[in-house]
Every structure is written in C-alpha cells, then in structure tokens.
C-alpha cells in the first residue's frame, strides 16, 4: 500500500541555520503531497502542498518540490528561527473510489531550533 | 484558530467503558475527517465523511465507529475502551473532498 518515509528526528539547529526534512513516499497513481506543522498543544496546520510532479510548494519561507523520479518531498528552509521548532509531518493524499480520500502521514520529524 | 471545533478537550475514563467525541467543521465545509494520534502508531487515519456519508475508512477498529449529522457536525464513538486507545483524536474538515483540510486542537482520551 501507500506510505510516507520521513527522517527520524530530532533535529536540532542552530538560527539562521539550512533545514532539510527529507521525505519519500510509496503510491501508486499522482497522490498529492503535503507538509503539516503541529506546534506544542495545537492541532495541524497546512504548511505547504504540491498537486503535482514538479510543482514546487511553499509558505513563510519553507518550500518542497514534488519529485515524481525520486519519489520525494523533501523540506527545505534556507534560515530557520527559534519559531520554527515544532514537528513536521510529510503526508500524502490518497483518493479512494468511492470519493473518499485518505490521508497517510509519516511519523514526523521533531525540530528544535537554539537561539 | 482553524474554524474546527472538538468537543470535549480532555476526557479520562476506565477500560470498558464507552465514549463520544464531537467535531463541528468550519463553515461550509462538507467533509469531515477523523485521526487518532498516539506514541507508538504515529497518526493515522480512520474515517472520512462527506455530507454525511462514508467515503473512506482506514485503520479503524470494529469498536470505533462515526457519523456525520445533517448539520455536517461528526461524532466517533468508542466502546469498550482499552487502555491502548488513550490518545488525542483529531477531526479535520474540508470544503470539498481532496482539498485542504483544517484540522481541530484534539481531544486528549486518556484510558485508565
């Protein structure tokens, strides 16, 4: 079946350091992909998605290209801040046949930023 | 804020017994998702509901079950409760089926 590989956390940083989150995925068909934030005590929050192969997803300065070749989302920040730790899950959504979609997330990847 | 509601925020109970959590999706949306989020199994995917029929199911037990109102609000309800199914509860909803999901801040079930 479907399946999302994200890399095992933490990561820890420095400010204004690169952050790379990597993730692949395992479908059949066009899923499209998604990275959600959770902060401390909150629900998900969209952080960015990509429809399709090559499209490029981004938001307050995060960003990830849908790589259909590698079949991989990898995250990409070129200077994080402190407001940034939070854990970051890669998902993909799976369309069913009866219209229905489910979403399967990988296990999340815990980020730690230092001042 | 995302718009989605859950209802109640914590909730503690005893093995065996039998709970119900209520998701009210923002405004609008027609689609209702449901996800349980724990330790050892990550987040995972249960139920979806669109304008209050299922569409799709996923790793949901025989103990759990879900619908969706006219009103578009859901309910999962869990019976016969273990201890291995304290976790938090996520509802998310959707305008449209397959687009952006909001999700809500959980419900904590804590089995004792």
């Known amino acids: 079946g479907n399946s999302v590989t994200q890399m095992e956390g933490p990561v820890t940083l420095s400010e204004e350091a690169f952050l790379t989150i990597n993730c692949t995925y395992t479908a059949t068909g066009y899923p499209s992909l998604f990275w959600y934030v959770q902060y401390p005590g909150e629900g998900l929050q969209l952080l960015l998605k990509a429809t399709k192969a090559d499209d490029k997803g981004s938001n307050k300065g995060f960003e990830a290209t849908y790589r259909k070749e590698t079949t991989s989302f990898h995250l990409e920040k070129g200077s994080v801040q402190v407001s940034d730790s939070a854990v970051y899950f890669c998902?993909?959504?799976?369309?069913?046949?009866?219209?229905?979609?489910?979403?399967?997330f990988g296990a999340g990847t815990r980020l730690f930023v230092k001042a | 804020d995302s718009g989605v509601t859950q209802t109640p925020k914590h909730l503690i109970t005893a093995t065996g017994q039998r709970v119900t959590l209520r998701c009210s999706p923002r405004?609008?949306?027609?689609?209702v998702y449901w996800y349980q989020q724990s330790l050892d199994q990550g987040l995972q995917f249960l139920i979806h509901?669109?304008?209050?029929?299922?569409?799709a199911k996923g790793n949901i037990l025989e103990r759990f079950s879900a619908q969706q109102f006219p009103d578009l609000h859901s309910e999962l309800n869990l019976s016969s409760l273990e201890l291995g199914d304290s976790a938090l509860y996520f509802c998310a909803s959707s305008v449209e089926t397959g687009s952006t999901q909001y999700f809500g801040p959980g419900t904590r079930l804590t089995v004792l």
């Open positions: 998902a993909l959504s799976d369309p069913q046949g009866t219209g229905g979609f489910k979403t399967i």
């Open positions: 405004s609008g949306d027609l689609s």
């Open positions: 509901y669109y304008n209050g029929e299922e569409r």
